[in-house]
C-alpha cells in the first residue's frame, strides 16, 4: 500500500509554469506505476501523463504533449509534473494515482490516490 501526498499548486497567469510533485509512502515506491489525472469544474477525471516503473514507458494526453513533463526520482519517493505553457483549460484539481500491476490511462485502474492540488490558470 502507498499513500500519496500533491503540492505544488496553485494560481499562475496563461503562460506560465508550475511543477507538482507528489510524494509517496513506502519501500515499494520504485514498484509502481504513476500518473498524474485531473478533474476541471463540472468535468470527469481526465488523464494527464504516466510513466510506469523504471520510467520506460512515459504516456502523455494530446492536450499536455509538449507542455507537460512528468518525470520520477524514486530516491526521493517523489513523482513531478512539470506544466509550462499553461493554458486557462488547463485549471483543474490534479491528482496523483499509483498502481502495482497496470498503467495505463484509465482512472479505474489505479488503486491509489493522492487528496489532489489546485492548478488554477488566469486568462
Known amino acids: 500500500q502507498v499513500q500519496l501526498v500533491e503540492s505544488g499548486g496553485g494560481l499562475v497567469q496563461a503562460g506560465e509554469a508550475l511543477r507538482l510533485s507528489c510524494v509517496g509512502s513506502g519501500r515499494t515506491f520504485k514498484s509502481y506505476a504513476l500518473a498524474w489525472f485531473r478533474q476541471g469544474p463540472g468535468k470527469g477525471r481526465e488523464f494527464v501523463a504516466a510513466?510506469?516503473?523504471?520510467?520506460?514507458?512515459?504516456d502523455y494526453a494530446a492536450s499536455v504533449k509538449g507542455r507537460f513533463t512528468i518525470s520520477r526520482d524514486d530516491s526521493k519517493n517523489t513523482v513531478y509534473l512539470q506544466m509550462n505553457s499553461l493554458k486557462p483549460e488547463d485549471t483543474a484539481l490534479y491528482y496523483c494515482a499509483a498502481d502495482l500491476y497496470l498503467d495505463g490511462t484509465d482512472p479505474e485502474e489505479y488503486a491509489y490516490w493522492g487528496q489532489g492540488t489546485q492548478v488554477t490558470v488566469s486568462s
Open positions: 510513466i510506469n516503473w523504471g520510467s520506460r514507458r512515459i
